[in-house]
């Protein structure tokens, strides 16, 4: 990013492999660089200014799949940063700086715009007497998108003699969340126009810098429904039930899976979202609810989802055997899917960033979860997530948190993780 490293040079299509014989050396050489120096001082100088934009996009909401007018929020701040920012036709946020060359491999910076829950008003998204940041999506993925705010600025700001800049894409993608199926990230790594080009994708997601996911976790969300005749619940009792079958067909499962759980890899199963009837004293005509499963192995969620049908079809013979009149009916329906993959251990990226954090003194592990990463990691293009600094909790409640302190840690990784990647992409080929 600033000048050429020795990094290493890629090997021949075919060989194995191989980490950067030096990587420490040369983030040694890059860290003592005085535009570098200046751009690691900018992140402490600069901290009320990124806590004001922390609070700013908070503020804006974005539930998935409506996330536009945060998405335009980010753009008018890019731009407004010297950057070229534009939304895609999926909805995200990509922006380029300076003058750009086709074809050359580029580097992608991202952070997720949508959150699980938004808040009902600005207010909602407040600060409390610790100097805490308080309200839904402030830390996932609040701390993301202020990371990226924060990069654009110290690298628009502090001017260093930057040869590859232009290869650097900033992302605000749309749809991590939920039923938004990671779409923000497949359309930038299988249709946008940057797709064909993409070297290396880094993504934001939350604030803990304890985590290197370098394995993504498959996932694959069902919706149930059963339907019945529906009657009165006294004139009518005994007719089939949706409901009653539908709560069996969950019981059976968990049950089924607490017993096997012992010989399998992790998963896990989440029935998250139930709905049915109309009134306490009808039965209902019909029921449905969401589930989640997810697991390390390929094979183990493949079986996770046979279950399922299994448990579904046992629990409806169950009800219609019992019913005095009426049969129900069910349908399992694939609502979403999140591939696997896995960052090779020799990976470059993986040593670039061990790397990092030896060399700012942070204490990370490597773990397996389901982010953006999911997508390039599945497709073979190397990616990592990683939190962008500080700290925080509640996700996904109404009670999410994020603490500011040590924000400017986790910024310098990020910039010095970008760095090295930048430079990689720059090297010729052999």
Request: glycine fraction near 10%.
């Amino acid at each position: 990013m600033l000048g050429p490293l020795d990094l290493g040079r890629k090997r021949p299509a075919g060989s194995p492999v191989q980490a950067p014989p030096s990587v420490a050396g040369a983030l040694d050489e890059l860290a003592s660089r005085p535009g570098v120096r200046d751009i690691l001082r900018f992140f402490s100088r600069e901290r009320r200014w990124v806590d004001e934009q922390h609070l700013a996009v908070c503020r804006i909401p974005a539930p998935t799949f409506l996330e536009q007018k945060r998405a335009e929020w980010m753009a008018g701040q890019l731009n407004a940063l010297g950057w070229t920012a534009a939304i895609d036709r999926a909805g995200n946020v990509t922006a380029r700086f300076g003058s750009t060359q086709p074809g050359l491999p580029l580097v992608a910076l991202t952070a997720h715009l949508d959150t699980v829950l938004a808040p009902r008003s600005p207010e909602e998204i407040r600060l409390d007497g610790r100097d805490r940041l308080l309200g839904p999506g402030v830390a996932d993925n609040g701390a993301g998108l202020a990371a990226l705010l924060a990069v654009a600025r110290a690298l628009s700001t502090v001017q260093p003699s930057v040869s590859n800049l232009s290869q650097l894409l900033l992302v605000a993608n749309v749809g991590e969340e939920g039923e938004g199926n990671l779409s923000g990230m497949k359309f930038l790594c299988r249709q946008s126009p940057a797709a064909a080009n993409l070297h290396s994708v880094l993504v934001l997601d939350g604030p803990d810098t304890a985590h290197i996911t370098a394995e993504a976790l498959a996932c694959r969300r069902f919706e149930v429904a059963v339907t019945g005749p529906g009657g009165h619940s006294w004139s009518d009792h005994g007719a089939a039930n949706p409901i009653h079958a539908l709560a069996r067909a969950i019981s059976l499962f968990s049950d089924l899976r607490h017993e096997e759980a012992p010989r399998r890899s992790p998963c896990s199963w989440n029935f998250g979202v139930i709905e049915g009837g109309s009134t306490v004293n009808a039965i209902p005509a019909s029921a449905r609810v969401k589930v989640d499963l997810r697991s390390e192995s390929l094979a183990d969620l493949d079986d996770l989802s046979t279950s399922l049908a299994s448990a579904l079809e046992r629990a409806m013979l169950t009800e219609n055997e019992r019913a005095l009149r009426g049969r129900v009916s069910g349908r399992l329906r694939e609502t979403g899917s999140r591939p696997g993959g896995r960052l090779p251990e020799d990976s470059p990226l993986l040593r670039y960033a061990q790397a990092v954090d030896a060399h700012l003194g942070i204490h990370s592990h490597l773990d397996c979860a389901s982010t953006d990463a999911n997508i390039p990691l599945s497709m073979g293009i190397p990616a990592l997530s990683i939190g962008a600094g500080g700290s925080g909790g509640g996700a996904h409640t109404p009670n999410e948190w994020y603490c500011s302190e040590g924000r400017e840690l986790g910024l310098r990784r990020v910039f010095l993780l970008t760095s090295l990647l930048l430079a990689e992409a720059a090297s010729p080929e052999p």
